[in-house]
């Protein structure tokens, strides 16, 4: 089992900065795939932003440019910079992992992002 637990959320104005934090239970060498996803009220749940264990990067078309992944190996968390926010980015953010062995996957609990305009 891996816990994986989402901080960092809260309510900010449009325009404004959060960076939400995700620590690992395990070593984060452990992880092939650990990212964010979101999901905004009335809506599917969507990935936002993940990064793989060879350090590449991958974003939404809406986050690119504002959005950036993180991975301290050393405290075993995982960063979500989010840069000129906007109403559009309100909604729970859930840290999300894959393991290298046996692809098992993991969900936070979420924390929720609300963006005022």
């Known amino acids: 089992q891996v816990q994986l637990v989402e901080s960092g959320g809260g309510l900010v104005q449009a325009g404004g900065s959060l960076r939400l934090s995700c620590a690992v239970s395990r070593s984060t060498s452990s992880i092939n795939l650990i990212g964010w996803y979101r999901q905004a009220p009335g809506k599917q749940r969507e990935l936002a932003a993940i990064?793989?264990?060879?350090?590449?990067?991958n974003y939404a078309n809406s986050v690119k440019g504002r959005f950036t992944i993180s991975r301290d190996n050393v405290k075993n968390t995982v960063y979500l910079q989010m840069n000129s926010l906007g109403p559009e980015d309100t909604g729970v953010y859930y840290c999300?992992?894959?393991?290298?062995?046996?692809?098992?996957?993991?969900w936070g609990q979420g924390t929720q992002v609300t963006v005022s305009s």
């Open positions: 990064s793989s264990s060879g350090g590449t990067a």
């Open positions: 999300y992992c894959v393991m290298v062995v046996g692809g098992q996957t993991f």
